[in-house]
């Protein structure tokens, strides 16, 4: 079972930078690739970027080239380091795992980010 602890939304000016993190506990996180998804009002979550443990990264369209995920393994971890932040950045972002082992997925509680002037 994935304990997360996510922080790190706030509100934030359009072409700002924002950094959300997520702690995990409860696993082996080597094992898991990590992840956010995003979930803005009246939208479905889709996924905005993820990471393997051994670094290999994986981005939406709309976020490739302004967000940076990155990964802790000593401290278990995930990073999104988000610039040129746009409106439609603004979402709930959610901390995402998924075990190699038994690709059972597991999400966070959500932090919401907003974009607004």
């Known amino acids: 079972q994935v304990q997360f602890v996510e922080s790190g939304g706030g509100l934030v000016q359009p072409g700002g930078s924002l950094r959300v993190s997520c702690a995990t506990s409860g696993i082996i996180f080597s094992f898991y690739v990590m992840g956010w998804y995003r979930q803005a009002p009246g939208k479905q979550r889709e996924l905005a970027a993820t990471?393997?443990?051994?670094?290999?990264?994986n981005y939406a369209d709309s976020v490739k080239g302004r967000f940076t995920i990155s990964r802790d393994n000593a401290k278990r971890t995930v990073y999104l380091q988000m610039n040129s932040l746009k409106p439609e950045d603004t979402a709930v972002y959610y901390c995402?795992?998924?075990?190699?082992?038994?690709?059972?997925?597991?999400w966070g509680q959500g932090t919401q980010v907003t974009v607004s002037s």
């Open positions: 995402y795992a998924k075990s190699i082992v038994t690709m059972l997925e597991s």
């Open positions: 990471i393997t443990s051994t670094g290999n990264t």
